[in-house]
């Protein structure tokens, strides 16, 4: 009997790794809130929720995939939420990006019905996640880690345990996606001052990803940058914005002054403010170039 989960988000990310699980033979039940993005995984034999607790089962393991904090309270919590639903014994596996304060308050709603709550979000864009080369950050119950870990070995390459606590792995998430936005923010400034150096723009970033940035971080950026591959995003910039708000509440309940944090918040304004926002996070390269005098 293949093993039966549901997937909540069918979005960039949670549509492909929906599709990696269909491939690793397990049977899923799919809910995304604009339903004609459950075609593709239907057609391919998973069945179709109506609502977000229909694709959980008593005792069973649901996946969530959606965009922010809100969507994933909407679809956790009250009457179509999962949480009730999933009941004692069943697991939800947290994968959107969120903050580390929501975590905690959906373990303790999991942990008052008898179940459990996994944070596990992922690193790595929409092609990692067709790859099923993601790499994964898991915390939370051990038992639970270790009830999901053939989903996690069908959607990753490598899974990063950080312990038992409920928030751990949204709060390394935010750390990574923290220096990921300030590699885009220097890489910016950086290849402005270059074009206008007088300098050819792809020498430049082959230069440095040959030597001191030879990082999947570094190539990856470079190359959408020199490129000017900003559309289809990977991963849109008004997301970008909700992720580096989470870096700054997370930084100001600690008391951590974060100045290239808000330095960066303001960049995204920036480029919300001359419509970017449904562009790849790393057109924050345009508004470095714009606010230099170069053309988009
Ligand atoms: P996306 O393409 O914008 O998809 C967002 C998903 O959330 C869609 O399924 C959307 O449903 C759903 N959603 C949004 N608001 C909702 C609400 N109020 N109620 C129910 N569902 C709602 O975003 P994505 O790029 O896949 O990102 C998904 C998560 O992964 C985010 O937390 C993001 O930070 C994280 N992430 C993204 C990347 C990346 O490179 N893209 C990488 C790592 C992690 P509709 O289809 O109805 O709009």
Known sequence: MPVEVGFIGLGAMGLPMAEALIDAGFSLTVYNRTASKADPLVARGARRAATPADAARPGGITITMVADDTALEAVSLGNNGIIERLGPGGVHLSMSTVSPALSRRLAEAHARCGGAYLACPVVGRPDRAKARKLWILLSGPAAAKERVRPLLDAMGQQTFDLGERSDAAHVMKLVNNFLIMSAIEAIAEALVMAEKGGLDVPTVARVLTSSLFNSPMYQGYLDIITRGAYDPPGFKLKLGLKDIELVLGMA?????????????????????????????WAAVALVARENAGLKR
């Open 252 to 280: 100001g309940e600690a008391n951590v002054p974060a100045p290239t944090a808000s330095l960066i918040r303001d960049h995204i304004i920036e480029g919300l403010a001359r419509g970017m926002g449904e562009l790849d």
